[in-house]
């Protein structure tokens, strides 16, 4: 991808193709893009479309990589109707957004369908950089919660619940980089007023 490439842009583009129901782009510690991302489609008919569409094209003088995300090996034990991904990156760069090490042990309150499967869990070693965010305005979508916890420290992703109509289930993750920064944002967020509605943060069982 172009560097300078945003969510909003990707999503904007494979738009074209079908329904987007998510696009990110992979960030580095230092805010900046890693060159790939991940665009999460409807059906499997628009990702093939995507695939058809834009693997090869040319954007922004970059030439795009365009195939089917490779999921973890598990997934299918946890979700009998998975979702087509179309992962989105330029020639020579990792595509795949996990995280090395990742599992998805102790996220399955979550909806497979619509959130990303790809957070590191407890069984990776970073038990104590996951925290779980309740009580959140409904309106919040994952960018809020990220651009609201940021202030604790780095953020290496955040989610929303979202129920089957796409809504949201008043709850999240944020995952940090470290501990130090997670330990930080418990001191400042539990019990913080957000919207009218005070938040539970606590590291994720």
Same mark, same amino acid.
């Given at each position: 991808?172009?560097?300078?490439v &945003?969510?909003?842009?990707?999503?904007?583009?494979?738009?074209?193709?079908?329904? %987007?129901?998510?696009?990110? %782009?992979?960030?580095?510690?230092?805010?900046?893009? &890693?060159?790939?991302?991940? @665009?999460?489609?409807?059906?499997?008919?628009?990702?093939?479309?995507?695939?058809?569409?834009?693997?090869?094209?040319?954007?922004?003088?970059?030439?795009?990589? %365009?195939?089917?995300?490779?999921?973890?090996?598990?997934?299918?034990?946890?979700?009998?109707?998975?979702?087509?991904?179309?992962?989105?990156?330029?020639p020579?760069?990792?595509?795949?957004?996990?995280?090395?090490?990742?599992?998805?042990?102790?996220?399955?309150? +979550?909806?497979?369908?619509?959130?990303? +499967?790809?957070?590191?869990?407890?069984?990776?070693?970073?038990?104590?950089?996951?925290?779980? %965010?309740?009580?959140?305005?409904?309106?919040?979508q994952?960018?809020?919660?990220?651009?609201? +916890?940021?202030?604790?420290?780095?953020?290496?992703?955040?989610?929303?619940?979202? !129920?089957?109509?796409?809504?949201? &289930? !008043?709850?999240?993750? @944020?995952v940090?980089?470290?501990?130090?920064?997670?330990?930080?944002? @418990?001191?400042?967020?539990n019990?913080?007023?957000?919207?009218? &509605?005070?938040?539970? @943060?606590?590291?994720?069982?």
């Amino acid at each position: 991808l172009p560097y300078r490439v &945003r969510w909003q842009d990707l999503k904007d583009l494979f738009r074209k193709a079908g329904t %987007v129901l998510r696009a990110d %782009v992979s960030l580095g510690p230092d805010n900046r893009s &890693r060159g790939h991302g991940t @665009v999460l489609l409807a059906t499997a008919e628009d990702a093939g479309r995507a695939i058809d569409m834009f693997n090869g094209y040319s954007w922004q003088t970059r030439i795009l990589e %365009v195939r089917p995300d490779r999921l973890p090996p598990d997934f299918d034990n946890l979700n009998p109707n998975p979702t087509p991904f179309s992962t989105v990156s330029s020639p020579g760069t990792f595509a795949s957004p996990q995280i090395p090490g990742s599992s998805l042990g102790g996220f399955t309150d +979550f909806d497979y369908n619509l959130l990303g +499967f790809d957070r590191p869990s407890s069984s990776s070693g970073n038990a104590g950089r996951n925290l779980f %965010v309740g009580n959140l305005p409904f309106h919040c979508q994952w960018q809020d919660l990220k651009d609201l +916890f940021r202030q604790a420290g780095t953020i290496v992703r955040a989610d929303v619940a979202l !129920g089957q109509d796409g809504r949201s &289930r !008043g709850f999240g993750t @944020v995952v940090f980089a470290n501990d130090y920064d997670s330990e930080r944002a @418990v001191k400042m967020f539990n019990g913080y007023e957000y919207n009218g &509605r005070v938040l539970k @943060v606590h590291f994720d069982k």
